[in-house]
């Protein structure tokens, strides 16, 4: 197996990771994924809350991140407002939260410890900053098989007690992650008819 190593978001890796992002999301629509010049913008904001896992100088997994303060009551409608109009403007350094805004591993890459060590090195970033948690809205693929019969809740109980499992939501709670709740319409992934979950780690959980 080839060594992986990690490194922050530099210029020279926004077209490959802007790349990799559409191989590992191909049915979300173009205005919530992260293109090449969104991806310029995070450099510019805070290149130190984006890891990248690469295989040679080829990037194979991505997890991006800003500071915001986040009310869980009272999000902004979608994420691409809570993001900011171009993905980074609403970085704040002073912000309560790390918000997760995109993470993924090439297909080829998957289920070998990749994704967990971009959490680790996220959470890392949390810890050295002092911040209260890390904050993300999974996408829920494995909901695709019961969204017709299983309500979100019901569902999200299937997969916190294991009956259920989601391929990215039991991943994250497998890393610390706990369910604050369902949001719906928050981006576009028809997979779950655009439901998503509210989720956070808090250095605490790490114990
Ligand atoms: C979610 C994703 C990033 C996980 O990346 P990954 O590199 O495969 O994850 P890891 O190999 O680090 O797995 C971490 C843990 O989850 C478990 N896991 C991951 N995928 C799994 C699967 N399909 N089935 C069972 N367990 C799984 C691993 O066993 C591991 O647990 P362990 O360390 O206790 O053994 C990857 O599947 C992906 O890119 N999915 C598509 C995009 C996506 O959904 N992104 C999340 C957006 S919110």
């Given at each position: 197996?080839?060594?992986i ?10 077209q490959p ?13 173009d205005?919530?994924k992260?293109d ?11 290149s ?6 690469l295989?040679?100088d080829?990037p ?7 500071f915001?303060n986040l009310?869980?009551?009272n999000?902004?409608p979608t ?6 109009s171009d993905e980074?403007?609403?970085?704040n350094?002073a912000?309560?939260?790390y918000?997760?805004?995109?993470f993924?591993v090439?297909p ?10 971009i ?10 900053h002092?911040?209260v ?8 693929p494995g909901y ?8 979100i809740?019901?569902y999200?109980?299937?997969v916190k ?20 709740r369902?949001?719906k319409?928050?981006f576009?992934?028809p ?7 509210l989720?956070?780690w ?5 114990g």
């Open positions: 197996m080839s060594n190593t990690y490194t922050t978001l530099s210029l020279e890796l926004c990771v802007a790349d990799l992002v559409d191989i590992c999301f191909p049915d979300m629509p205005i919530d992260y090449r010049d969104d991806l310029r913008a995070m450099y510019k904001a805070f130190e809350g984006t890891i990248i896992a295989d040679g080829r194979v997994g991505m997890g991006t991140g800003i915001v009310d869980f009551d999000l902004p994420e691409n407002e809570l993001l900011g980074h403007s609403a970085h350094p912000g309560d939260y918000y997760g805004s995109d993924c090439h080829d890459y998957r289920r070998r410890g990749i994704g967990r060590e959490y680790n090195r996220r959470k890392a970033v949390v810890v050295r002092g911040k948690g890390f904050a993300a809205a999974a996408v829920l695709e098989k019961f969204k017709h019969n299983t309500d809740h019901a999200l109980q299937m007690s294991g009956e259920a499992f989601d391929p990215t939501l039991s991943m994250q709670m497998r890393n610390g992650f706990k369910l604050i369902p949001i319409d928050f576009t992934y997979r779950s008819d655009n439901w998503a979950a989720i956070l808090t250095p605490e959980d790490a």
